[in-house]
C-alpha cells in the first residue's frame, strides 16, 4: 500500500480524533460556564431583588417558608474563603456561587458589605421566596394590574408565569390536589413546575427558568470551526513535508534546465523516504544520469566523428586529385579501387555510429523472441572464418548446454555482439580464438578468448568507451572506430545482462565475456 497514503490517512484519522476530543472538551468546558451562569442567575435573584429595596425593609424581606430554609446575611469579605477571581467578579457588581457541605450560598458585594443568601435546597427555595414574594405584590390589585405586574416581573427576572384566576385544579392527580389544598403549593411533575396559591388572586403556575441549550447553533457552529481548523492543520503538516520536497525536485529540474547538468537531488533529503516521493526523486536522479552522460557521449561522438571522418575524406580527395594526373588506365583503375574502399570505409562507420547512437539514447526496437544461441554462436564462428582464414575459429559448448539452447533475446543484435566480440579477437590473435557457451536454466554466457597479446587491467574499463583504442591509432592496419566493444556493452544492457572483460586462462590473451538472462521480465 502505498506509504503517502498510509501516512496521510494514520494524519487524518488522529486529526478527526483530536477534533472530537478538542470538541467535546470545548463543549464541556462551555457547559459548565453556562450552567454556571444560569445557576447565578437563578440562585442570585433573592439577592438582585432585595438589594434594591430600602434598606430599613431589606431585613424582613426574605421570610423563609420553612423556618431556617431561606436566610439573608451580611457576612465579612475576609471571613470568606475567595479567590482572585471570585473578589474580581464581586466587585464588578457580579453573583458568585459557593458550595458548602448541607446548601449553597449566593453572594453579592453591594457597597462595602458581602451579602449572602443561603440556601438549602436551591431551586425550590427559589421558586417559594419568587412565590412569597408575588403574594406580597399583587396583594391588592385587580386582575388587569396583577398580569401587567407579572409581565414586568418576568422580564425582569426572565422567568416563565402566568396567573389562572379560575384554574381547573381537577386534571391534577387527588394526591397534588390534597396536598396543594394542605400546603397552598404543590411541586407539577416532569418537571412542569409549581402551583402557589395566591389569596384573592387565583393560581400561579410558575415555571423555573428554563436551563441553557447543551446544543445550540452558535456553539454548534463555533465547535465546527475548530474542528475544521484543527483538521487544516493536521493536513497542512501532513502535505507540507511533501510539498517541500516536491519543490527540491522542481529546483533541481530548473537547474537541469539552465544547464547544470551535474545537479542532483539530496539522496538523504528526499530520495531516501520510501514514498512515490522518494522513489520520484531516486528516478529522477538516474534520469538525470542518463541525460548527462548522452550529453556528454554525444560531444564525445562529435569530436571523435569529425576525426573518424577526416582521414577517409582527405583520401578520397587525395585520390580524386591523383585521378586527374594519372594518364595510365592500370594506375587510374587502382586508385578508384582506393576510393571506393575509402567510401565503403565511411559506409561502415556511418553504420557503426546510427547502431550505437540508437543503443546509446535508449531508443532501440527490442523485439525479443526465442532464438537458438548455438545457432547464432555457429553461424558466427562460420562468417569470421570465411573472413579469417588464417585464424583458427572455434565454438565449445559447456555440458548439458543443448538443453538451454532457446533464449528469449532479440536475434539481431545477440548476432551483432558476438559477431563484434569475435572480429575484434580475429585482429589481435596470433592463430586461435575459441568462442566458449554455457547456457544454463536461467542465464546465458558466452566467452570470447584469444591467445594475443591480451589488454592490460587497469585498461580493462576503457576498452567499452566509444571511440577508445589502446594503440591510440587510427590508421587502416589497426582496422575498426573503437565502437564495436560499445555497442556490445549497450546490447547486453537492452538485454538486461553485462559484457566484460578478462584474461584468458587458457589462451593468454583476452577474454570477453557476455552474460544475460535466459528469460526476459516483461513485467
Given amino acids: 500500500m502505498n506509504s503517502v497514503f498510509v501516512r496521510t490517512f494514520v494524519m487524518m484519522m488522529g486529526g478527526l480524533a483530536a477534533s472530537v476530543i478538542v470538541a467535546a472538551l470545548v463543549w464541556q468546558g462551555i457547559g459548565h460556564v453556562r450552567h454556571q451562569a444560569w445557576q447565578e442567575h437563578l440562585l442570585g435573584l433573592p439577592l438582585d431583588w432585595a438589594l434594591a429595596q430600602p434598606e430599613d425593609v431589606r431585613g424582613t424581606l426574605l421570610r423563609s417558608t420553612a423556618p431556617g430554609a431561606l436566610q439573608l446575611t451580611t457576612l465579612s469579605p475576609d471571613a470568606v474563603p475567595l479567590t482572585p477571581v471570585q473578589r474580581e467578579r464581586l466587585a464588578m457588581g457580579q453573583t458568585i456561587l459557593l458550595a458548602g457541605r448541607t446548601g449553597v450560598h449566593a453572594l453579592r458585594q453591594d457597597g462595602g458589605n458581602l451579602w449572602g443568601v443561603y440556601y438549602i435546597y436551591a431551586i425550590d427555595e427559589v421558586v417559594m421566596w419568587l412565590a412569597r414574594i408575588l403574594q406580597d405584590e399583587l396583594a391588592g390589585l385587580n386582575e388587569a394590574s396583577s398580569q401587567q405586574h407579572l409581565q414586568r416581573l418576568a422580564s425582569q427576572w426572565q422567568l416563565p408565569w402566568h396567573l389562572e384566576t379560575r384554574p381547573d385544579l381537577s386534571v391534577l392527580p387527588q394526591a397534588l390536589r390534597d396536598r396543594f389544598t394542605e400546603q397552598g403549593w404543590v411541586r407539577l411533575p416532569a418537571e412542569q413546575g409549581y402551583l402557589f396559591e395566591l389569596p384573592g388572586q387565583g393560581v400561579l403556575q410558575l415555571s423555573p427558568r428554563p436551563a ?52 542532483r537531488i539530496d539522496e538523504r533529503e528526499v530520495a531516501g523516504k520510501a514514498d512515490s516521493v522518494g522513489r520520484l526523486a531516486s528516478v529522477f536522479n538516474r534520469m538525470a544520469d542518463h541525460i548527462q552522460r548522452l550529453v556528454a557521449v554525444q560531444r564525445e561522438m562529435i ?154 587491467e587497469d585498461q580493462w574499463e576503457k576498452v567499452f568507451t566509444p571511440f577508445a583504442r589502446l594503440d591510440d591509432s587510427r590508421t587502416r592496419s589497426s582496422g575498426g572506430y573503437g565502437l564495436g566493444l560499445s555497442i556490445v556493452r549497450r546490447i547486453l544492457y537492452w538485454h538486461g545482462g553485462q559484457a566484460m572483460v578478462s584474461r584468458s586462462q587458457s589462451l593468454g590473451g583476452a577474454n570477453f565475456t557476455l552474460v544475460w538472462p535466459r528469460r526476459q521480465d516483461f513485467t
Fill in 212 to 263: 441553557f441549550e447543551p446544543f445550540s447553533w452558535s456553539l454548534l457552529i463555533s465547535l465546527t470551526l475548530v474542528g475544521l481548523m484543527i483538521l487544516a492543520g493536521v493536513m497542512y503538516r501532513a502535505f507540507y513535508r511533501t510539498e517541500q520536497r516536491l519543490r527540491k525536485v522542481e529546483s533541481v529540474a530548473n537547474r537541469i534546465a539552465r544547464g547544470e547538468l551535474d545537479a
Fill in 303 to 456: 569530436h571523435a566523428v569529425s576525426h573518424e571522418l577526416r582521414t577517409p575524406v582527405a583520401r578520397i580527395r587525395f585520390g580524386v586529385q591523383m585521378i586527374e594526373d594519372l594518364e595510365n588506365p592500370e594506375q587510374r583503375q587502382k586508385q578508384l579501387q582506393g576510393i571506393d574502399h575509402d567510401i565503403q570505409e565511411l559506409n561502415e562507420l556511418i553504420d557503426e555510429i546510427l547502431t550505437y547512437a540508437r543503443l546509446e539514447q535508449g531508443g532501440p526496437v527490442i523485439d525479443f523472441q526465442e532464438a537458438n544461441i548455438a545457432d547464432i554462436v555457429n553461424q558466427v564462428v562460420e562468417e569470421q572464418q570465411s573472413i579469417h582464414p588464417d585464424i583458427d575459429i572455434s565454438a565449445r559448448f559447456a555440458p548439458g548446454s543443448e538443453q538451454f539452447v532457446l533464449s528469449e533475446v532479440e536475434p539481431r543484435y545477440i548476432h551483432r555482439a558476438i559477431q563484434n566480440l569475435v572480429g575484434n579477437a580475429c585482429r589481435y590473435a596470433s592463430s586461435r580464438v575459441v568462442v566458449d557457451c554455457c547456457l544454463e536454466r536461467q542465464t546465458c554466457r558466452v566467452d570470447v578468448q584469444d591467445d594475443g597479446p591480451g589488454i592490460p
